[in-house]
């Protein structure tokens, strides 16, 4: 509210005219959509895989999804690769292998004048339980760093589920 009274101060006979209405009233809005947009960036969050089973060197169990597009299982599988990870992917609704470290993902692409990968989530289950899940999201908003590449923000995903890097970091980078 006092950003209204100093807006109408500006604007008056007392504030001698300073600042036009409607250039004030310009001005206001043009600083809401600035904040807005600085709020509204994209964000990676999650917790990695414990470390003791990332130092176990197992095999790994990538579950394909049939409804999130190709690329993010190239990314995935690429990712792993030039890691140094053992893995081998199955089709959507396979079994969990207890002895492998399974991960399953979903991702979610939206229209804005250009596709983007808009939500993501990547988890690693073993012995049957999740121990770590990854989740990528871009809000709704004018924040033009929505339109990155997917796979990028995918490899970003996986450094923060094998604990390459920190959720912070990995949003930073993006």
């Not at 990695?48 to 990314?75: C, M, N, V, W, Y």
């Not at 924040?143 to 923060?160: A, P």
Request: charged share 25%.
């Amino acid at each position: 509210m006092k950003i209204f009274t100093l807006i109408r101060y500006l604007a008056s006979e007392t504030g001698k005219g300073v600042v036009p209405m409607d250039k004030a009233f310009k001005s206001l809005v043009i600083l809401c959509m600035l904040i807005l947009t600085g709020c509204a960036g994209p964000s990676i969050t999650g917790n990695a895989i414990p470390q003791i089973i990332i130092d176990a060197k197992l095999d790994i169990l990538s579950i394909d999804d049939d409804e999130t597009r190709q690329g993010f299982q190239q990314a995935v599988e690429g990712w792993l690769e030039s890691n140094g990870h053992s893995y081998a992917v199955a089709p959507e609704n396979s079994l969990h292998d207890p002895d492998k470290l399974t991960i399953e993902y979903e991702g979610i692409w939206k229209w804005d004048m250009a596709l983007y990968l808009h939500q993501a989530f990547i988890e690693a289950f073993y012995k049957g339980e999740r121990v770590s899940k990854v989740s990528f999201v871009v809000p709704n908003g004018f924040n033009t760093n929505k339109w990155g590449k997917g796979e990028e923000r995918i490899k970003l995903m996986m450094d923060v589920l094998f604990g390459k890097k920190t959720p912070t970091d990995a949003t930073n980078n993006l």
